[in-house]
């Protein structure tokens, strides 16, 4: 199983989270996030992280030729789409980001509750790699992770797309979240954090040392 750490606003976070073995960092472009980081601040050590990190950027209605320089300058290795896309849209993109030297793969990600279901995977074809399924209130400052539906991670993944399983995750529920998601990666913003915008190192170690050991 996989482990992505998202919401990650900061060199040192992604470092502690990359050395205790994440094989995902998010960073969050979009500028009503409150952990969003700004491509001129990015700059200054998203490029720079390991040739091993694979870092997603996050997105939501940004052009496609600004998402693929942006991707390119990042080095990024994903980029994660959120909010309703249309298979139109997420198509274009495809297509825009073809034109780096190295495509970046696409997730693209479904709110639980939100006004795209799991009958919404099948339409997105080709044009997204994987589906991440969370609940859209573990984006709030100060929120505390609740209780979700994991085995919809299940469900989605019949619709032939792997799976990033998000929603209330910590390192106490995080076995019973693979058990009964089965995904192909777990991931985490809230349950790791000591602010919005810093992230708790031993907090992520727990997390990834129980997940791993979950395999």
């Known amino acids: ?26 960073v969050d472009f979009r500028k009503r996030s409150p952990r969003c980081v700004l491509p001129a601040d990015a700059k200054d050590w998203v490029p720079d992280l390991p040739t091993f990190a694979s870092v997603v950027g996050l997105f939501d209605d ?4 600004v998402i693929a320089k942006l ?4 080095n990024l290795k994903g980029v994660q789409f959120n909010g309703p896309q249309t298979p139109q849209r997420l ?17 693209k990600a479904l709110a639980f509750p939100g006004p795209e279901t799991l009958e919404d995977i099948p339409r997105w074809g080709n044009a997204v790699d994987y589906v991440l399924l969370y609940d859209p209130a573990e ?9 979700f539906d994991w085995s919809l991670a299940v469900a989605a993944a019949a619709h032939g797309k792997p799976v990033f ?42 997390f990834i040392t129980k997940a791993l050991l979950g395999r």
Do not use: Y
């Open 1 to 26: 199983m996989k482990i992505k750490i998202c919401g990650i606003t900061n060199r040192e976070d992604a470092v502690w989270a990359l050395n205790d073995g994440a094989h995902f960092i998010g």
């Open 62 to 65: 940004e052009p496609g030729n």
């Open 71 to 74: 991707a390119a300058e990042m």
């Open 91 to 107: 198509r274009g993109l495809r297509q825009a980001l073809a034109i780096t030297e190295c495509p970046p793969f696409i997730i």
């Open 139 to 147: 984006t709030k400052p100060g929120h505390i992770p609740r209780p």
């Open 165 to 206: 399983l998000g929603g209330g995750l910590t390192a106490e529920n995080v076995r019973e979240v693979a058990l009964q998601g089965q995904p192909f990666a777990l991931d985490v913003t809230s349950g790791v954090e000591k602010s919005t915008r810093h992230k708790n190192p031993a907090k992520m170690r727990d």
